[in-house]
C-alpha cells in the first residue's frame, strides 16, 4: 500500500510560478512511474509522468512550461508549473503506477488532490 500527499497548490496570478510536491510513504517508491493528472470541469488530463529510470511524458498544453522531477531518496515527485495561464486552473492529483508498453500508464494509487487556481 502506499500513500500519496500532494501539497504546493494555490492562487497564483497569470504568468506565476507554483511547485507542487507529493511524497509517498512506503519503500518502494523508487519502483513507481509518478505522475500528475488535473481534473478541471468535465475533463481530466495526463500533465506528466516520470519512469524510475527519467524518462518522462508531457502533455501538449504545458511543454515547455512544466517540469516534473523525482528524488527517490525523499519519496517525492515534484511538477514545476511556470508561465501559468487561467486554462491550468484544476485540482492537480499526484498517482503512481505503471507503463505498460510505452505509452500506457496504468495507475495505482492516487493522492488527495491540490488546487490551483490561476486568477487575476
Known amino acids: 500500500q502506499v500513500q500519496l500527499v500532494e501539497s504546493g497548490g494555490g492562487l497564483v496570478q497569470p504568468g506565476g510560478s507554483l511547485r507542487l510536491s507529493c511524497t509517498a510513504s512506503?519503500?518502494?517508491?523508487?519502483?513507481?512511474?509518478m505522475g500528475w493528472f488535473r481534473q478541471a470541469p468535465k475533463k481530466r488530463e495526463l500533465v506528466a509522468r516520470m519512469?524510475?529510470?527519467?524518462?518522462?511524458y508531457y502533455a501538449d498544453s504545458v511543454k515547455g512550461r512544466f517540469t516534473i522531477s523525482r528524488d527517490n531518496a525523499k519519496n517525492t515527485v515534484y511538477l514545476q508549473m511556470n508561465s501559468l495561464k487561467p486554462e491550468d486552473t484544476a485540482v492537480y492529483y499526484c498517482?503512481?503506477?505503471?507503463?505498460?508498453?510505452?505509452?500506457?500508464?496504468?495507475?495505482?494509487?492516487w493522492g488527495q488532490g491540490t488546487q490551483v487556481t490561476v486568477s487575476s
Open positions: 498517482a503512481a503506477g505503471s507503463l505498460y508498453g510505452s505509452t500506457e500508464y496504468r495507475t495505482d494509487y
Open positions: 512506503g519503500r518502494t517508491f523508487s519502483m513507481y512511474v
Open positions: 519512469s524510475s529510470g527519467g524518462s518522462t
